[in-house]
Nanobody
Framework: QVHVVEHGGGLVQPGGSLRLSCAAS????????MNWYRQTPGNQRELVAT???????NYTASVLGRFTLSRDNAASTVYLRMNTLQPDDTAVYYC????????????????WGQGIQVIVSS
């Protein structure tokens, strides 16, 4: 059974930092792309950062230069370092692992964590 568990959320003041982690078990972590999404009430889930199996990262414009995503395949964990946090970063953050298999048939494997709250407020 696959488990995806986030840690590290909480309350932080504007300008502060947090590090979220996402640990997976029951699956070959190294074969998955890893993603962080966030969601605020009444809004769709927004893709924040991705890291490919090979370690290539991409970030949404609003967090570029402030967030850093890394992965440790030996520990089956990804880390999202969030610096210079702003009130607009307040959201529930979700870890997602995704793998697309194209042969012999097209299959998308996707697993989600339960989400973790980040609140940026003075």
């Amino acid at each position: 059974q696959v488990h995806v568990v986030e840690h590290g959320g909480g309350l932080v003041q504007p300008g502060g930092s947090l590090r979220l982690s996402c640990a997976a078990s029951g699956i070959d972590f190294s074969t998955f792309d890893m993603n962080w999404y966030r969601q605020t009430p009444g809004n769709q889930r927004e893709l924040v950062a991705t890291i490919s199996r090979g370690g290539t990262t991409n970030y949404t414009a609003s967090v570029l230069g402030r967030f850093t995503l890394s992965r440790d395949n030996a520990a089956s964990t990804v880390y999202l370092r969030m610096n210079t946090l702003q009130p607009d970063d307040t959201a529930v953050y979700y870890c997602n692992m995704k793998r697309v298999i194209e042969f012999p048939r097209y299959v998308v494997m996707s697993y989600w964590g339960q989400g973790i709250q980040v609140i940026v407020s003075s």
